[in-house]
C-alpha cells in the first residue's frame, strides 16, 4: 500500500472525506433543481389547459402555483368591492397600448374565512383610463360587478415585484405588491379571466422565463453547483496530498541525518587505525627494549664503568643523537633477537 493512500485512510481524512461527500450530493441537487427549473416550460401544454375546478380545491391560500398546474382552468367564487382594485398600465398586447384591470375577489373559504384573489378582469387601452392631465386614472376603469359572482380563467404565477402601488396604479401584477395594498391573506398567484365583461379583451397567457425555451440563467447556476460540488472533492485531495508530502519530507530528513551520523564514527575509527600501524610510532622501542633485556644493563653497566658517559647527556645534540641511535637499534635487536628464537626452535 502506498504511502498516499495510507494517510487518505487516515480516521481524520475519512471523515472529512465523508463531509466532502455529503456537500457535494447537497450540490448536486441544487444542480439537479436548477436545471429543472431551466427547462420548464407554461405554455402550450401538450393537450391543452386542464379544468382543473374550484381553487379551493387546487391551490390553498400562500401556496406557491406550480408549473402543473399554471396555465389551467379554475373557477372562484366571491365578491368584489369597488375600492380593491388597480389598474397595470404599460403592456403592449395585439399591438396596443394597453392597461389590465385587476380586482380582489373575497373568496369565502370552506373553514368560515377569507381570503382574497387577484383576478385580472381584462385589458383595456391605456387611453381609456388616461385622464385630462395625461396620467393613468384607477377611477376611469370599469367598475366592478355587485354582488356575489363566480369567475373563471385562467391560473397564472405571480409577476416580479417591481415599482409599488400608488393611487391604483401599479406596474406588475405582483402578489408582495397588491398584499400590502389590499391585506391578506392572499393567493399567491392570479386568475386571467377569459370572458371578460364591460368591453374588456381577455388577458393573454403570461409570459415568464419558462415561457421562451431554455432559461440560460438557472442553466448557469446548474453548472456553477456541479462545480462547488467538484471543489470541495478537490478540497479533501488537497489536504491528503500535503499531509503525505510533509510526510516524505520528514522521511527524508530523518535518513540525511542518519547517514550523517553513520559516517562520523567511522572517520575517528580510521584515524585511529592508521596512527596504530605506523612503524615510526615512538612505541616500538619500548617493544624493542622489553624484546631484548640486555639492552638496558648494557646501557647502565657503561655508564657506570665510564662516567662521561652519562656527561654527554648534558650536551642536547649528543642526548638526541644517542637517543636517534638507540631508536634506530632497537629495530635490529629485536630482529636479532626473534631471528635467534626462530633458529632455536628449528634446532
Not at 387546487?58 to 389551467?72: F, P, Q, R, S, Y
Not at 393567493?187 to 403570461?206: N, R
Not at 580510521?270 to 648494557?298: E, F, I, K, L, N
Amino acid at each position: 500500500m502506498s504511502l498516499m493512500l495510507r494517510v487518505a485512510l487516515r480516521p481524520r481524512f475519512l471523515g472529512l472525506l465523508a463531509l466532502m461527500v455529503v456537500a457535494t450530493l447537497v450540490c448536486g441537487l441544487l444542480a439537479g433543481w436548477q436545471w429543472d427549473r431551466a427547462h420548464r416550460a407554461i405554455t402550450d401544454k401538450a393537450d391543452g389547459p386542464a379544468q382543473l375546478g374550484d381553487i379551493e380545491d387546487v391551490l390553498g391560500v400562500g401556496d406557491a402555483v406550480t408549473n402543473a398546474i399554471v396555465g389551467d382552468i379554475v373557477t372562484a367564487t366571491g365578491a368584489f368591492t369597488a375600492d380593491d382594485q388597480v389598474v397595470v398600465p404599460g403592456r403592449s398586447i395585439d399591438g396596443e397600448d394597453a392597461a389590465i384591470i385587476v380586482a380582489a375577489l373575497h373568496v369565502d373559504l370552506d373553514d368560515g374565512t377569507e381570503a382574497l384573489l387577484p383576478v385580472a378582469r381584462g385589458w383595456v387601452r391605456a387611453d381609456e383610463v388616461t385622464g385630462d392631465d395625461g396620467e393613468i386614472d384607477a377611477s376611469l376603469a370599469p367598475p366592478v360587478p355587485d354582488g356575489q359572482v363566480q369567475v373563471t380563467g385562467r391560473l397564472e404565477a405571480s409577476e416580479s415585484a417591481v415599482g409599488g402601488v400608488e393611487d391604483g396604479v401599479v406596474d406588475e401584477i405582483a402578489t408582495p405588491l397588491l398584499v400590502n395594498e389590499w391585506g391578506s391573506p392572499m393567493y399567491a398567484g392570479f386568475v386571467a379571466v377569459t370572458e371578460p365583461a364591460d368591453g374588456m379583451q381577455p388577458m393573454p397567457p403570461a409570459e415568464s422565463a419558462f415561457s421562451k425555451g431554455l432559461n440560460w440563467q438557472n442553466i448557469g447556476y446548474s453548472l456553477q453547483w456541479v462545480l462547488f460540488g467538484g471543489f470541495f472533492l478537490f478540497l479533501w485531495w488537497r489536504s491528503v496530498r500535503t499531509a503525505y508530502l510533509d510526510e516524505l519530507a520528514e522521511q527524508r530528513e530523518a535518513l540525511e541525518r542518519s547517514v550523517a551520523g553513520s559516517a562520523e564514527p567511522g572517520s575517528a575509527a580510521s584515524s585511529s587505525s592508521a596512527t596504530s600501524t605506523d612503524p615510526s610510532v615512538g612505541p616500538a622501542v619500548s617493544s624493542a627494549a622489553a624484546d631484548d633485556p640486555s639492552v638496558g644493563p648494557a646501557v647502565s653497566s657503561a655508564a657506570a664503568d665510564d662516567p662521561s658517559v652519562g656527561a654527554t647527556t648534558d650536551d642536547p645534540s649528543v642526548g638526541a643523537t644517542a637517543d636517534a641511535a638507540a631508536a634506530s637499534a632497537a629495530p635490529t635487536a629485536s630482529a636479532s633477537v626473534q631471528a635467534g628464537s626462530t633458529l632455536d626452535k628449528d634446532v
